[in-house]
């Protein structure tokens, strides 16, 4: 599909594969297929940032290649190796049969048969469908060294893999990298990109967000899961639950045939939005009766 000509179409092109995207991730999105520049996406987590390049990927009928970083990610497992095992292989065999010609093993060895292609290799390939999508994940979990190499890459999109020579995208990936802020990304990578913040969505986004991913929860009982949680998100708690807790709470209820949210049946089911033992134990009993009626009563005010 070719890309959207649109701020607008972005929203719907989007919005078709269930995402929900606010007009401010919409702009930095389009400008960011426009411009062929990285698109960077920081916040806290389960709040779509993944979710945005598997639903590009799906609305522009791109292929999704993903690298998932890692403390100790290196080059290599980023952008090739070479199969060690298959190589001793074909020594062995080649020893065994007594056709060791070490110039013509050597070429073969270090040739395409052997070479495992990871994510960045991968994306700078060609594709039928156009670009493929290059998601780079949680980047703030890898180290400095390793984001200085990425800048290279991301700058001229080609690899040297020296016994092969140099492979060169014939049209860059669209990329996205995304952060959780656990550390600063370094300044010149982020200049290299657009940058946008994912925050919480305000409460008729997220209404909006439950409403495409889980139609079957009623308007009444998605209203008072939106609002609980995004009450919940103002106390002071140290893992505030995101989007992605919000769907897996309603799923919950939905299982339970839950109807309507008391204190009772918010407090059995908390470990879907709370994933920590000291937040539930603080929340658990009258705190949840306070933040239900607090929701129970922003809801009537709206
Ligand atoms: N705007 C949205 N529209 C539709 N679904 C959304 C939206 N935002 C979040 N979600 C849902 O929330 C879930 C979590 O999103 P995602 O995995 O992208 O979060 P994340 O920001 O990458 O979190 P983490 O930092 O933990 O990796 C997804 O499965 C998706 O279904
Ligand atoms: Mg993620």
């Not at 930095?28 to 698109?39: A, E, K, M, Q, Y």
């Not at 999109?157 to 995304?178: D, R």
Request: hydrophobic share 45%; charged share 30%; net charge negative.
């Amino acid at each position: 599909m070719t890309l959207p000509a649109s701020i607008d179409e972005v929203q719907e092109t989007l919005g078709a594969t269930g995402y929900v995207c606010g007009r401010a991730l919409a702009t930095v999105v389009f400008l960011s297929l426009r411009l062929g520049r990285p698109l960077f996406l920081e916040g806290e987590a389960g709040v779509g940032k993944t979710e945005i390049a598997k639903a590009l990927s799906a609305a522009l009928g791109r292929r999704l290649i993903r690298l998932q970083c890692y403390e100790g990610l290196d080059a290599s497992s980023a952008v090739y190796e070479w199969n060690f095992p298959a190589q001793m292989i074909a020594i062995r065999t080649a020893e065994a049969q007594g056709s060791a010609d070490r110039d013509v093993l050597n070429r073969e060895l270090f040739g395409p048969d052997f070479l495992i292609e990871r994510p960045l290799l991968q994306a700078m390939r060609p594709d039928e469908h156009g670009a493929p999508i290059l998601l780079i994940d949680e980047l703030d979990r890898t180290d400095e060294p390793f984001e200085a190499f990425l800048l290279e890459a991301l700058s001229d999109f080609q690899v040297t893999i020296p016994e092969i020579g140099t492979i060169k995208a014939p049209e860059p990936p669209i990329v996205i990298l995304t952060s959780n802020r656990t550390r600063e990304v370094h300044d010149a990578l982020k200049r290299r990109c657009l940058y946008h913040w994912v925050d919480y969505p305000g409460f008729d986004r997220e209404v909006e967000i439950l409403n495409a991913r889980e139609p079957d929860v009623s308007e009444t009982l998605s209203r008072e899961i939106v609002a609980f949680v995004q009450s919940l998100r103002t106390e002071d708690i140290f893992k505030k639950p995101g989007v992605a807790e919000t769907i897996d709470w309603a799923k919950c209820l939905l299982a339970l045939d839950v109807v309507d949210l008391s204190p009772e049946v918010i407090s059995d089911t908390l470990g879907a939005i709370l994933k920590y033992q000291d937040d539930i134990a603080k929340i658990e009993g009258s705190e949840a009766k306070r933040i239900l009626e607090e929701a129970k009563a922003t809801i009537e005010a709206a």
